[in-house]
Nanobody
Framework: QFQLMESGGGSVQAGGSVKLACAPS???????????IAWFRQAPGKEREGVAR??????????DYDASLKGRITISRDNAKDTVYLQLNNLTAEDTAMYYC????????????????????WGQGTQVTVSS
């Protein structure tokens, strides 16, 4: 069993960038283990939405985003640090949300628009607030 811990959020000016990190509470050997690590976000009054996913034993990344995010986000992993990152660039007020990472079995990573309930482990979230 492990927990997930997000970090890297904060208050950012519009047009700026953040790099969020998701690390497990104990080493799960990102790079050789078979998990799907996903980033979701939830803005006030809105449903939690998927942003990106990465499998931990291959080189597959998946993006579930609308046109407003295209070209502005990148999911990546650092095997040595056992950490998954989400880079968001050119932030706008619409990116203000709580960002969560979640872990599920590796085979679900390829599912399009996978719902949050398919992920069994969640972090507490990290808040990103974008001001103009």
């Amino acid at each position: 069993q492990f927990q997930l811990m997000e970090s890297g959020g904060g208050s950012v000016q519009a047009g700026g960038s953040v790099k969020l990190a998701c690390a497990p509470s104990k080493r799960i050997n990102v790079g050789t283990s078979t998990y799907c690590i996903a980033w979701f976000r939830q803005a006030p009054g809105k449903e939690r939405e998927g942003v990106a996913r990465i499998d931990t034993d291959g080189d597959h990344t998946y993006y579930d985003y609308d046109a407003s995010l295209k070209g502005r986000i990148t999911i990546s992993r650092d095997n040595a640090k056992d950490t998954v990152y989400l880079q968001l660039n050119n932030l706008t007020a619409e990116d203000t949300a709580m960002y969560y990472c979640a872990a599920g079995p590796g085979f679900i990573c390829g599912v399009v628009a996978i719902p949050p309930r398919r992920f069994s482990r969640w972090g507490q979230g990290t808040q990103v607030t974008v001001s103009s």
